[in-house]
């Protein structure tokens, strides 16, 4: 399944920044900045963004760290990597971020090593959400926060079915305009298997975060899990 995830990450990564300001209808801005707001990464920090894709988060997060604090943005998509970097030079090149293909699963840091983190729809595409979870809590400072935002299913039936709707009628066709259709198609299983709110609150909970807290948007249709290491800060 990891390995069929990255294809498909891979394969969408020329058209992924058009194709989530059409299918947000440009709300996705407002979501990420929320998300990286709830991180309270501030200047001076060392932040992580997960899952980064074409870095649009970690780009947020190296606004806030400042020329004085260090942001690296973390993916298995080397063609989404690639997408990332070349928008940096453009966007945001100082202070450089450090882009580094790496399994969210086994991450390549040191214990304790960042004051913030953020993920962006990428949750719900791990293999293994609680070992990401784990993966997080060990790499974040005590004291440190983290802002996990995702698409959800809706607990009302009429909601879960305007959104299914949505995906068939809208998603589906505009991916399949694109070259795109079974790419996209994997949005309506992953929603199906991807834990509610309350279940991501208690998985976090099992992996050590003392605090969790999930915020649902857009009528539940998306939600921002918020966690906090706690601890002494060094």
């Given at each position: 399944?990891?390995?069929?995830?990255?294809?498909?990450?891979?394969?969408?990564?020329?058209?992924?920044?058009q194709?989530?300001?059409?299918?947000s209808?440009?709300?996705?801005?407002?979501?990420?900045?929320?998300?990286?707001?709830?991180?309270?990464?501030?200047?001076?920090?060392?932040?992580?963004?997960?899952?980064?894709?074409?870095?649009?988060?970690a780009?947020?997060?190296?606004?806030?760290?400042?020329?004085?604090?260090?942001v690296?943005?973390?993916?298995?998509?080397?063609?989404l990597?690639?997408?990332a970097k070349?928008?940096?030079?453009?966007q945001?090149?100082?202070?450089?971020?450090?882009?580094?293909?790496?399994?969210?699963?086994n991450l390549?840091?040191?214990?304790?090593?960042?004051?913030?983190?953020?993920?962006?729809?990428?949750?719900?595409?791990?293999?293994?959400?609680?070992r990401?979870?784990?993966?997080?809590?060990?790499?974040?400072?005590?004291?440190?926060?983290?802002?996990?935002?995702?698409?959800?299913?809706?607990?009302?039936?009429?909601?879960?079915?305007?959104?299914?709707?949505?995906?068939?009628?809208?998603?589906?066709?505009?991916?399949s305009?694109?070259?795109?259709k079974?790419?996209y198609?994997?949005?309506?299983?992953?929603?199906?298997r991807?834990?509610?709110?309350?279940?991501q609150i208690?998985?976090?909970?099992?992996?050590?975060?003392?605090?969790?807290?999930?915020y649902?948007?857009?009528?539940?249709?998306m939600?921002v899990?918020v966690?906090?290491?706690?601890?002494?800060?060094?």
């Open positions: 399944m990891t390995n069929e995830i990255q294809s498909i990450f891979n394969r969408i990564a020329p058209v992924y920044d194709l989530n300001d059409w299918l209808l440009g709300q996705h801005r407002i979501w990420k900045e929320m998300a990286v707001k709830w991180s309270a990464a501030k200047s001076g920090d060392t932040a992580l963004d997960l899952c980064c894709g074409s870095g649009d988060l780009l947020r997060l190296a606004r806030r760290t400042g020329a004085t604090g260090k690296y943005g973390v993916d298995f998509s080397p063609n990597l690639e997408k070349e928008r940096s030079h453009w945001y090149p100082q202070p450089a971020i450090a882009w580094v293909e790496a399994d969210v699963l390549p840091f040191e214990d304790n090593q960042f004051d913030a983190a953020t993920m962006g729809y990428g949750l719900r595409n791990v293999k293994d959400i609680s990401s979870l784990q993966e997080l809590y060990r790499v974040l400072k005590p004291g440190a926060k983290a802002a996990i935002l995702d698409f959800h299913r809706p607990s009302n039936p009429q909601l879960r079915a305007l959104q299914q709707l949505y995906l068939d009628s809208f998603v589906v066709p505009v991916a305009y694109l070259g795109l079974e790419e198609a994997y949005i309506s299983p992953s929603l199906d991807f834990p509610i709110g309350r279940e208690e998985l976090a909970r099992q992996v050590g975060f003392a605090v969790a807290t999930h649902p948007i857009v009528n539940g249709m939600g899990l966690l906090s290491k706690l601890g002494v800060i060094s």
